[in-house]
Structure formats: structure tokens, C-alpha cells
RNA sequence: UGUCCUGUGGUGUAAUUGGCAACACGUCUGACUCUGGAUCAGAAGAGUCCAGGUUCGAGCCCUGGCAGGACAACCA
């Protein structure tokens, strides 16, 4: 293993798959080559589980020194949309990945994949079956009562040849027939059962337009676009096992070499509080219980962009989960864990107030204005410093002044002298209140020997408190999101819907925050850390007049931890 | 009452050819601190699904159970 503690980059770890490739390399198989593809089909946004699987398949072309395809699995065109191939390309792009000019589609293959059929059928392999498709399934049988022969079944050569044909011209309708695999009816393997392989879909293909009126199947395509890619591994999740020897029976009817594509299987990814289904993703986007496949609070690869992730982080997550055939669930706190690990060493530092009270310095000079220094990265020095304006009246944050403090609050309180971060000591001397008792404003002192926020005289302060000047402060909306469900495993409940574990509380929009004027030259899915506060990072939907945060993730907080512990 | 897959602290992953069950997250202490952040130090927490067997020695090998999952779209 590599010693890299210096950039602390998690160690990449080793895992099954790994193992299970150095021992085909050991043994000489496909002539030593590593080759890998991302096969997403087109469907929909790319989310947190398919990183997963991206920098798996990437990660092992990296590893092993071969390469790694994107490959859209478009077989199916009543699904199929341009937005969608164009948004995974970018997903990838931006997680970091190359697949230089190997990007390729399933439909690329139509030709060769028909040409092969007919192959099957010319060998007695493969034949066209009239009945419809409940009637199919019914002869299937069950995984466990074997299943019986279609009557279409031993059709000539010719007859079928004729029949795909004519498929394949359009002459017959929709569901009408279908082309099938002769395997075994009788395996205990359902997919064994005399697959289908050829549906006649009268559908408009976003790559093929209107060329086609039978589409393959999935089975009958994905291992031989492998094969023709070259591709030595061919990595999906664990759904697929019960597929591998329809896949291999494919192959052997294909391979006239020692060369052969391997399928393995892994565990996808579960995470706590979210869904992972595009179905029920596009539900949600659909339905507008989100705004949009990008919305901050959805588990895609283009929400958690939004939403302030950084493609690093992302990374490391999927470096720490590993990779097993365990199927199970992973806190979202290691999501969580893994942004702030990451924005902690590189996000620049401000002030920003939610909340605001105000604050009158009684003592400071009425037209009195200051530029104080502040600490752009504590965690990282070449990131400098920068000036904040200080003047007579600021903001707080409401949270961090109460009447009556209980013990452990060590923030304002009357009486109670607390440090403004970078600038003064300051001592609560009154608290301002409307007629409903509300307070409206403190008045505080401040010492003007605290200046930069030591005291000559050594005395101490238990807490720091952040700020913005009145004057200066530019007004900004901040959008609070917490998770998008509140059940732990939201489709894991049989008979309840998954949406009704939406969280009613998932969005919180505060639009009178006040943030220092640092942020004003900053662009959208710029990264900040609102000190004391947690990671926010700036919204597309921003005007320069009003800036819009979303908050990425809050910072650990031991305080409001014990809060509720209480 | 089929086939295939999987069972290791709360969670996720490790444990060369059998050799004191390790690491991360989380949790709890304490130190430090101009972020109640970060950092640092420490603690608790599993005897590896169960039962037999082989062995000086089993998480790992053998046998038999048990539990969970996948498979019966003209989806991928």
C-alpha cells in the first residue's frame, strides 16, 4: 500500500474485485489487459450509488493500468432522453474521470447485435414466438415449478428467419411476437427459460430515430458489447447474479478466441434516509415534490453538486464504504463526515449571520469605521487573510444571546463579556425589547484595548462570537436543508409509500441573513465555511444584488448536540 | 417448498498459505483552542449467525442447520 499521509487521502483499499483481477492477471487471461466500462442506461440523473460504481470501474482501470469505457445502455427507447445522456457525461466528468474517446452506445451495436440474432436463429438457437406476453410468462412457470415449450418453438429456420425479418421491417404490431433465445425451459434459472431477445418497439430512439422497430434486450446485448468492446471485466450489482449464465451462455456463442468478458457483481449502495431508485427518483421530480433532478436535497451526483459536495469528497466516500457483496446500508453521517473532512482543509472562511439581532456598540464613535484581519483558512496558511469592516452597529446571531443563560452557555448574556472574532471584547449592558417582549436589539461595550480580539491584561473570555457590520453586511438568502426523508430505510416499508416519509421540514428558507462582503465577488458552487456554522456554498438561482446560500452541511456541534441529548 | 448470493462491535470494511479479531465512522471522556469547529490523547463496544467436526490452534477448512436477499417486465 502507498504511503500518502502526507495529502491524507484515504488509502485506497484493496477489495474482492481487485483480488479476483490479480489472479486472472496471475493466470495470463486476455492477454493481460484490464478493461472496464460505466454502463449507465439514460433514464435519469446519475446519483450517489453510481459514483460508487464509477470510481470502482475507473478506479480498477487506474489501479491495473488499462482503461475504462462510458458506455449508455440504450436499448430500451420509451425511456430513453438526450438531457440524460448529456447530464451523465457531465456527472462524471465532474467526479474527475476520463473515458478519452471511448464513449460508446449500445445502439452502435443494433447492427451487429441483429446480424448476431440472425446468427442464433440460423443455428436453431434462437426463434420467433407469436403468443403474447402474459402467455409467455405464464409458460415460464415459476422459480420453482420448471416451465413448458411455446408451440412456436421448433419452427424451421427458414420460417423464423422470414418471421424476424418481418419483425424487423415493422410489419407486425407491437407485443405481437417476439424473438427468444432456445435454451432450457426446465433450468432452475429463470433467465435460462428461453429469454427474449428481440421486442418489436415501434418507438422513436434518441440516437437511431425511427431505423428500428425491434430493440434487443438488455441480456442479449450488454455481454456482447462488452465483448466487442474488449472489455476483460465487466463490473454491475448484485441483481445481475442470476443473469451470469445467460450472460456466459451468450458469450460462448460469440468467442473465437481465449478472450472472454467476466461478469462480477457487487453490492450497490444503500444509504440511511434516502432512495436510490431512478423510478422513484423521476417520481419525485415529476411529481415536484423537488425542484428539479438537481434540487440540493436529491441523492444525484448533480443535486449533491448544488447542494455544495465537492467531487474529492465524493471520492473519499466511496473509497471508505469498499466494495463487498454484502447488501447493506451506509450511515449518511460518512457522507457527511467526508465533505466536512474535506472543506475543513479547503474552504474559505466568512462570517455570515441567520439569525440576525442587532447590536449597538455604545461606546464605539458614531461614524467609526475599521478593516480588521481575519483568517481566510486556519487549516491552510497560503490562503491569507482578509480585511472585515467593523463598525457601531452589527448583527449576531439570535442563538448566541439569552436573557437567561443556563449553565454551559458560554455566549452573551447580560452582563457577560464575550469576544467578537477578530475584533473586540464586547460586555452586554442592556437588552432592547418591543411591546410583545421580543428583544429587538443589545447594547454592548466594547474595549477598545481588545483590538484584533486579545486583551492586554490577559483576562479571558469564554466565547467567540461571529459578526457582521450593519453597514456593510450584504443581504442574502439562505436555504436550510435537512434530509429529504425521515425514515431510516424510506422503501423498505412494504405497504407504506415512500412518500410518506417526506420530510415536511427538508427545505428552510431564511431570506434576511446578513453575510460579510467578502462573498460579493464569488460565483456559484463557490465553497464557504459561515464560521461557527457549517458549509454553504453559492446557489445558481444568486442575483449580485442578493446572493443565495445553500447549506451544505452544518458543523459538528457539541453544543446543540447536548441540547438534544437533554 | 427450486437456483444463486450473503451472514465479523451501533454502521461500514480488514484479518498473506489456519496463529493474540484490526481500521474508519458513530458514541463517551479529557487536553488544547480567537470557530462549543479543527486538532490531540484516551475509553467503552464484537469473540466472528447457530451446532457439531478436523487441528496444538478455526472468522478462515469440513458437515448439518438458521437467518436475510436476489430471480417468475416484451425494464435495465
Request: glycine share 6%.
Amino acid at each position: 500500500m502507498i504511503d500518502n499521509s502526507e495529502n491524507k487521502e484515504p488509502v485506497k483499499k484493496s477489495n474482492f474485485i481487485h483480488s479476483q483481477i490479480e489472479k486472472d492477471l496471475q493466470e495470463g487471461k486476455n492477454d493481460g489487459r484490464v478493461h472496464t466500462r460505466f454502463p449507465p442506461e439514460p433514464n435519469g440523473y446519475l446519483h450517489i450509488g453510481h459514483a460508487k460504481s464509477i470510481c470502482l470501474n475507473f478506479g480498477i482501470a487506474e489501479k491495473f493500468g488499462g482503461k475504462c469505457n462510458l458506455r449508455f445502455d440504450d436499448t430500451n427507447p420509451s425511456k430513453e432522453e438526450m438531457e440524460y445522456v448529456e447530464s451523465i457525461q457531465k456527472d462524471v466528468r465532474w467526479l474527475g474521470f476520463d473515458w478519452e474517446d471511448r464513449m460508446f452506445y449500445a445502439s452502435n451495436y443494433f447492427e451487429k447485435l441483429h446480424e448476431f440474432a440472425i446468427k442464433l436463429i440460423n443455428e436453431g438457437k434462437a426463434y420467433v414466438d407469436d403468443q403474447d406476453a402474459e402467455t409467455i410468462s405464464k409458460q415460464k412457470g415459476t422459480p420453482t415449478r420448471p416451465g413448458q415449450e411455446s408451440p412456436f418453438r421448433n419452427r424451421t429456420v427458414e420460417e423464423n428467419l422470414d418471421l424476424f425479418r418481418r419483425m424487423t421491417l415493422g410489419e407486425f404490431d407491437e407485443g405481437s411476437r417476439v424473438l427468444r433465445a432456445k435454451i432450457d425451459l426446465a433450468s432452475p434459472n429463470m433467465h435460462m427459460r428461453d429469454p427474449i431477445i428481440y421486442r418489436i418497439m415501434k418507438a422513436h430512439h434518441h440516437r437511431t430515430g425511427d431505423k428500428w422497430c425491434v430493440y434487443p434486450m438488455y441480456d442479449f446485448a450488454h455481454g456482447q458489447c462488452d465483448y466487442w468492446e474488449g472489455i476483460t471485466h465487466s463490473i454491475c450489482t448484485l441483481e445481475f447474479e442470476v443473469h451470469r449464465p445467460l450472460y456466459d451462455w451468450f458469450i460462448d456463442q460469440l468467442k473465437d478466441s481465449d478472450y472472454r468478458p467476466r461478469q462480477i457483481e457487487f453490492a450497490r449502495l444503500n444509504l440511511t434516509y434516502t432512495i436510490m431508485s431512478k423510478r422513484k427518483l423521476l417520481e419525485l421530480v415529476k411529481e415536484n415534490y423537488v425542484n428539479g433532478w438537481d434540487d440540493p436535497r436529491m441523492p444525484t451526483i448533480s443535486g449533491l453538486r448544488r447542494r455544495g459536495y465537492t467531487p474529492e469528497s465524493i471520492r473519499n466516500f466511496s473509497e471508505r464504504i469498499g466494495v463487498t457483496k454484502v447488501d447493506g446500508m451506509i450511515d449518511v453521517s460518512l457522507l457527511e463526515y467526508s465533505v466536512r473532512e474535506h472543506l475543513n482543509k479547503t474552504a474559505q472562511r466568512v462570517m455570515g449571520v441567520l439569525n440576525p439581532l442587532k447590536v449597538v456598540i455604545t461606546n464605539y464613535p458614531e461614524n467609526q469605521e475599521e478593516e480588521l484581519d481575519a483568517i481566510n483558512n486556519p487549516e491552510d496558511e497560503s490562503m491569507g487573510t482578509r480585511k472585515v469592516p467593523f463598525s457601531k452597529e452589527l448583527y449576531i446571531e439570535r442563538d448566541d444571546f439569552m436573557e437567561e443563560p443556563p449553565r454551559k452557555f458560554f455566549r452573551l448574556a447580560p452582563g457577560r463579556e464575550v469576544r467578537l472574532r477578530y475584533a473586540y471584547f464586547v460586555t452586554c449592558t442592556d437588552v432592547v425589547k418591543d411591546e410583545n417582549g421580543e428583544i429587538t436589539e443589545l447594547h454592548c461595550t466594547y474595549d477598545p484595548a481588545s483590538k484584533g480580539g486579545n486583551s492586554p491584561d490577559g483576562r479571558k473570555v469564554k466565547a467567540t462570537l461571529h459578526w457582521v457590520s450593519a453597514k456593510h453586511a450584504v443581504k442574502s438568502e439562505v436555504r436550510l436543508y435537512d434530509r429529504l426523508f425521515n425514515d431510516e430505510d424510506p422503501s423498505g416499508h412494504k405497504d407504506v409509500d415512500f412518500k410518506e416519509f417526506l420530510n415536511p421540514d427538508s427545505l428552510k428558507i431564511l431570506p434576511d441573513c446578513y453575510v460579510e462582503p467578502f462573498v460579493k465577488a464569488s460565483k456559484p458552487l463557490d465553497h464557504f465555511q459561515f464560521e461557527r456554522l457549517g458549509y454553504f456554498s453559492l446557489d445558481y438561482d444568486s442575483k449580485t444584488e442578493k446572493p443565495v446560500f445553500n447549506r451544505t452541511v452544518p458543523l459538528r456541534d457539541s453544543w446543540a448536540k447536548a441540547q438534544q441529548n437533554k
